[in-house]
């Protein structure tokens, strides 16, 4: 957690020392997440992963010097996979505080509708983790934030859309992120699990 706080103190930090004439706004967006593992070992993996649906929802700034912007976020961020072992689906649900930075490239500044395109970097804290299976009549779940690396981090890329409206900036987008860590603690026989999750969202900016 200490990680994120830093992250975040050094945004803040960042912005107060950016030029006073820069644009500022502030916003809300929330929408669903398609989450999956990128696995690899050095043995046969009896099982492969698929993606499981989550939410996303938190505040971000924008800070723009005419067509670019820096746009840091704070979400509440579910990723994780799920997987079928014969008749058994096996979840994991991993829910994160992730903070994005991003630089986002507006392509058209004029206009009502202004599409853009960006790329950066996040950070993220795992604040629990819980494993389940089921299959079909009889279910568990664990708790298994300790068997997992609190921390994450990665790649952020993505394309969308905003609707400039009086006084609100309405926006519409998608973006891939490419998890760099390892999200097992203690992996064995070489295991490696990367989140890799696809996001779409829907932003109110003011």
Sequence with gaps: MKKIVLVSLAVLLAFAALPQTAAAGIGIKGGFSLARFSASTTEPMPI???????????????????????????????????????SVE????????????????????AGPVRPVICAGG???WMIKGQGSSTNGVDSESEDITEYMNRFDYGFVGGAGVEFKLPGVRLSVEGRYNFGLANVLKD???GSVLKNRTLMALIGVGF
């Design 48 to 86: 492969s992963f698929v993606n499981n649906a989550g939410v996303v929802a938190g505040v971000s700034a924008d800070l723009g010097f005419g067509p670019l912007s820096i746009q840091p976020e704070i979400l509440y961020a579910r990723m994780g996979a799920k997987a079928q072992v014969e």
């Design 122 to 124: 996040y950070g993220s």
């Design 90 to 109: 096996i979840k994991y649900l991993l829910d994160y505080i992730q903070v994005p930075v991003l630089l986002k490239l507006r392509v058209v500044q």
């Design 187 to 189: 992996p064995e026989n």
